[in-house]
T-cell receptor
């Protein structure tokens, strides 16, 4: 499978715990995006990377959120001190270059108890 | 401020009929308009996309109609099939591709036999 891979697919955690998600983009895709999708809504942009550089962060990305792409390949999204409102599907997408179509993974569904 | 407004929220179409989903945008700088299809438990998958220099694009049973002056675009699914039952999202992106996609809220399509 050469698509965007996300792990884990589901995460259930208690409020206040930290969680980390991983995204493996399509090979040689320079751009990597994180989106959040809640029930009945379209994906909302969180942040994106050009290789290892984080180029833009949405105001949705509070201080409790941090994303990295250390070697320009896979990326991680960490949420610290999770809150009920963090429950959502976290989607990762990648594209080969600026202006090229984005290809999405199947997401990580986060449930906060 | 919602930059891309999508309607209807849900749609039921008879098998063999035409499904029509509409989107309106506000930012005249947008220059790329994709449609994504999402099945339950899956990430959005790129279906078809258009740029504003053309008024229509067709790929198989899927057609995008684009009206630049009205700032509207629509997805038409001809000969709708039960397998088309999914949630459809329109999206838009400003020039250069340096910013992420802005999505509509989605339309849940049900094609009944």
């Amino acid at each position: 499978d050469t698509g965007v891979s996300q792990d884990p697919r589901h995460k259930i955690t208690k409020r206040g715990q930290n969680v980390t998600f991983r995204c493996d983009p399509i090979s040689e895709h320079n751009r990597l995006y994180w989106y959040r999708q809640t029930l009945g809504q379209g994906p909302e942009f969180l942040t994106y990377f050009q290789n290892e550089a984080q180029l833009e962060k949405s105001r949705l990305l509070s201080d409790r959120f941090s994303a990295e792409r250390p070697k320009g390949s896979f990326s991680t999204l960490e949420i610290q001190r999770t809150e009920q409102g963090d429950s959502a599907m976290y989607l990762c997408a990648s594209s080969p270059e600026v202006g090229q179509p984005q290809h999405f993974g199947d997401g990580t569904r986060l449930s906060i108890l | 401020q919602q930059q891309v407004k999508q309607s209807p929220q849900s749609l039921i179409v008879q098998k063999g009929g035409i499904s029509i989903i509409n989107c309106a945008y506000e930012n005249t700088a947008f220059d790329y308009f994709p449609w994504y299809q999402q099945f339950p438990g899956k990430g959005p998958a790129l279906l078809i996309a258009i740029r504003p220099d053309v008024s229509e694009k067709k790929e198989g049973r899927f057609t995008i109609s684009f009206n630049k002056s009205a700032k509207q675009f629509s997805l038409h699914i001809m000969d709708s099939q039960p397998g088309d039952s999914a949630t459809y999202f329109c999206a838009a992106r400003p020039p250069s591709g340096n910013t992420p996609l802005v999505f509509g809220k989605g339309t849940r399509l049900s094609v009944i036999a």
